[in-house]
């Protein structure tokens, strides 16, 4: 059963990893900057360092609790302003907007679960505490 927090820590981490190299790609940059992110040239690459450092933090279950709070740091403004289902006209969008939101808000909970738990015990933080707990003579 160990394995299992180890795959869902894997799994959970996937998106934000292949996914925050885009950060630092112009076409990202601009379309949050149409999306009304302020300043999106430095809150955009910003961001996608978050979101790294967050997803490597739980994926190695290296304090594990901080890149859960890394994510919530990330998600919390993404969610709202990049999809923002509720401002769009076009129905089409705002339901793919909504999803998107939905789908951050599922990862959200993720976060502050891991954030509460911890990283498990195939963990780096686990291996840590363990080291410190054992008696040196």
């Known amino acids: 059963m160990k394995v299992v ?42 961001s996608g360092v978050i979101a790294l450092a967050g997803a490597a933090s739980i994926l190695l279950g290296f304090r594990a609790r901080i890149g859960a709070w890394l994510l919530v740091l990330f998600l919390v403004p993404v969610t709202i ?7 769009d006209k076009n ?10 939101f939905m789908k951050n808000l599922s990862m ?6 891991i954030a509460y738990f911890g990283s498990g ?5 686990n291996l840590l505490k363990k080291r410190s707990a054992t008696p040196t003579a």
Do not use: C
């Open 5 to 46: 927090v180890l795959l869902g820590r894997l799994f959970f981490a996937a998106i934000f990893l292949l996914a925050a190299p885009e950060h630092f790609t112009s076409g990202t940059v601009h379309y949050a900057a149409s999306q009304g992110v302020p300043l999106a040239k430095i809150a955009v690459p910003l």
């Open 81 to 87: 302003m990049m999809h923002n289902f509720w401002a």
């Open 91 to 100: 129905a089409q969008m705002a339901m793919v907007q909504q999803i998107m």
């Open 108 to 113: 959200l909970g993720g976060a502050l679960m």
């Open 121 to 125: 015990p195939l963990s780096v933080d």
